[in-house]
């Protein structure tokens, strides 16, 4: 089970910490990624941890603003989120892939969480 919370409204240039704690029995076994979807698009990828911790995939659209990093004493993963911009508004979800490494593998997560809502506005 993976629980997202942490979302919220912010103004364009801020910055938000979203988590994601699993209730897993190896989370660290577990690649990590978030996903978003934005009203009226499809969900789609932001970034990925792999199982290992060794390597970080990142959309170009967030790469140098956002930042995956995980607890694995508090089976949490965390999303740094800073310079936000309006177009980064949607509802982000947290996934896990057992034993993913790659990009493609981490891309087709085993489980999904329930989503946290992201504003960016003035």
């Known amino acids: 089970q993976l629980q997202a919370s942490g979302g919220g409204l912010v103004q364009p240039g801020g910055s938000l910490r979203p988590s994601c704690a699993a209730s897993v029995r190896t989370f660290s076994s577990y690649a990590m990624a978030w996903f978003r979807q934005a009203p009226g698009k499809e969900r789609e990828f932001v970034v990925g941890?792999?199982?290992?911790?060794?390597?970080?995939y990142y959309a170009d659209s967030v790469k140098d603003r956002f930042t995956i990093s995980k607890d694995l004493a508090k089976q949490t993963v965390y999303l740094q989120m800073n310079s936000l911009k309006p177009e980064d508004t949607a509802v982000y979800y947290c996934?896990?892939?057992?034993?993913?490494?790659?990009?493609?593998?981490?891309?087709?997560?085993?489980?999904w969480g329930q989503g946290t809502q992201v504003t960016v506005s003035s």
């Open positions: 996934a896990a892939k057992l034993y993913g490494m790659t990009s493609a593998t981490i891309r087709t997560p085993d489980y």
């Open positions: 941890m792999s199982w290992t911790g060794n390597s970080a």
